[in-house]
Nanobody
């Protein structure tokens, strides 16, 4: 049974930093591309960042480029999202996804497995 477990969310002030983690089990993690998405009530899941199986390809949305950093540790079956200079508009539930093809896609429909998400709230 595949499980993705996010952690690290919380309530912070604008300008602060948070580091999210997503730990996978039940799959061969090093073969999967991983992505971070976020979602707010009534809106579609929004792409944030993705990383290929090897870490050699990385993608960011324009809204987080230069502020967020995605990385992975295949020895720990974990993908990270370092979020700096947080803004109130970053407030959302952040979810990680695993992509079977290993490439790391920007489209949510390309992901096969999802975690439950972790809430990030950025206060002004």
């Amino acid at each position: 049974q595949v499980q993705l477990k996010e952690a690290g969310g919380g309530l912070v002030q604008a300008g602060d930093s948070l580091r999210l983690s997503c730990t996978a089990s039940g799959l061969t993690f090093k073969d999967y591309g991983m992505g971070w998405f976020r979602q707010t009530p009534g809106k579609e899941r929004e792409f944030v960042a993705a990383i290929s199986w090897s870490g050699s390809s990385i993608y960011y949305s324009d809204s987080v480029k230069g502020r967020f950093t995605i990385s992975r540790d295949n020895t720990k079956n974990t993908v990270y999202l370092q979020m700096d200079s947080l803004k109130p508009e970053d407030t959302a539930v952040y979810l990680c996804g695993a992509d079977t093809y290993g490439l790391g896609y920007e489209g949510a429909s390309e992901y096969d497995f999802w975690g439950q998400g972790t809430q990030v709230t950025v206060a002004t």
